[in-house]
Nanobody, 122 residues
């Protein structure tokens, strides 16, 4: 089992940047692939980005590709989401998730953090 705690959210103007962090505790962090998801008001939770256990491969939703970067530091048991060129439509609660890759596809385990609010507004 793994416990996840997100931080780094806040209010930012359009075009601004934020870096989210997700600290993990419990079972060995480096054995999990990790992902970021988000949920806007009235919408379903959607996938944002994922990263393999050794950070050798990353994947992004088309809506954030080129603006967001997922990374991880296994020594610190932390995964990050650097968000640049933020848009109002990026406003959501952002969640990190622990999962695995099978056959090139990310599968989420039922390990979620409590979420961190990101609001992009002028």
């Amino acid at each position: 089992q793994v416990q996840l705690v997100e931080s780094g959210g806040g209010l930012v103007q359009p075009g601004g940047s934020l870096r989210l962090s997700c600290a993990a505790s419990g079972n060995i962090f480096s054995t999990y692939a990790m992902g970021w998801y988000r949920q806007a008001p009235g919408k379903q939770r959607e996938w944002v980005a994922t990263i393999t256990q050794t950070a050798g491969n990353t994947n992004y939703a088309d809506s954030v590709k080129g603006r967001f970067t997922i990374s991880r530091d296994n020594a610190k048991s932390t995964v990050y989401l650097q968000m640049n060129s933020l848009k109002p439509e990026d406003t959501a609660v952002y969640y990190c998730n622990a999962g695995t890759y099978l056959g090139g596809t990310y599968y989420s385990y039922n390990y979620w953090g409590q979420g961190t609010q990101v609001t992009v507004s002028s």
